[in-house]
């Protein structure tokens, strides 16, 4: 009912510590991308152990593309909605983190606020763009390590998970790319990173040498349609990866069961065909504990809803 009861802090404390975790027997945390407050409710109940907000879902959520158009404020906006609503840790993507280290370091802060678990900074220059795409250019190692001392410096509760994204491997071909990103992810850990998202990692092999290079937790980025083969959580568990994103997967599945419904609303004048493919209204009552504000007023839920 309402909001989480687990305190922001409380939440990194636990968070930090099932991460410990993924070090010896367990497998990484999963985090499906939320691309709203009632998904990530759904991601909770599921079992997971996280949830992640995207900058490219806020972005389209918008209309618009993910392109460092969207604000600070706008982000920890979100963040904050989708934080709030869940007793699991939300890791939130800060692009480039809104401009020169000082305002990186004012982003940390406001994502702290914001109760967020932890936030990932990349390298990209600005205008940045999605990891997956031709063409990106990253800046060079000095920004990139300013950046991410400016978020550890900048934290006031040292378990909020300040991650280092680097884009450096799409920059090169073959296995010079790669050695960059494993120079670049031992820098940035240098610079204060607690955990490192190398994007763009074009197979397994690839995840297995920046995990050999750094002794940090590791975050494999499984968006489709882009660089990165779609491996299984056991798969990337076998290469030492910590943290697994799904990020816009959730947006993709249902903006494409928004569409097909569309069609069929044209099609056949009703969405009658569709109803197996619904949410019930029974189960979205059940999603946003609708019954428990039976403890303010006994009145407010005092119907049934028929599956
Ligand atoms: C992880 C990512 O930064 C995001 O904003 O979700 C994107 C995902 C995507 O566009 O597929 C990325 O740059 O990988
Ligand atoms: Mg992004």
Redesign the pocket.
């Known amino acids: 009912m309402l909001y989480s009861k687990v305190a922001a802090h409380e939440k990194r404390r636990l968070f930090r510590e099932q991460l410990a975790a993924t070090f010896g027997s367990g497998g990484p945390m999963r985090f499906p ?1 939320a691309f709203n407050p009632l998904s990530a409710r759904l991601i909770e109940r599921k079992g997971f152990e996280g949830v992640y907000i ?4 806020l972005a389209a959520d918008l209309g618009l593309p ?1 392109i460092g158009l969207t604000t600070l404020s706008e982000v920890a906006g979100r963040g904050e909605q989708i934080a709030r609503i869940t007793d699991l840790p939300a890791i939130i ?1 800060a692009d480039t983190g809104f401009g020169e280290p000082m305002n990186v370091a004012r982003t940390i802060q406001e994502l702290e606020n914001a109760g967020l678990a932890g936030a990932h900074i990349e390298d990209q220059i600005n205008p940045k763009r ?3 795409l031709d063409g990106k250019a990253v800046v060079d190692e000095g920004t990139a390590t300013k950046r991410i001392r400016a978020a550890a410096d900048a934290r006031r509760d040292d378990n909020f998970l300040i991650m280092a994204r680097t884009d450096i491997r799409a920059t090169a071909d073959g296995p010079h790319g790669l050695d960059l990103a494993k120079d670049r992810a031992k820098a940035l850990v240098d610079a204060g990173a607690d955990a490192i998202f190398p ?1 763009a990692m074009r197979s397994l092999e690839e995840f297995e040498a920046i995990r050999s290079a750094v002794d940090v937790p590791l975050l494999a ?1 499984m ?1 489709e349609f ?1 660089k990165s083969e779609l491996f299984t959580t056991q798969q990337l568990a076998d290469v030492g990866m910590n943290i697994v ?1 799904w ?2 997967s959730m947006l993709r599945i249902s903006m494409g069961a928004t569409g097909r419904a569309l069609d069929t609303l044209i099609e056949e004048g009703s969405l009658t065909s569709k109803l197996d493919e619904m949410q019930h209204r029974a189960d979205l009552y059940d999603l946003i504990d609708y019954e428990d504000y039976n403890h303010f007023d006994t009145s407010v839920f005092n119907f049934t809803v028929e599956k």
């Open positions: 991308g995207s900058g490219a879902v993910d993507d999605c990891g997956h994007e980025n968006t882009g994103i990020p816009v």
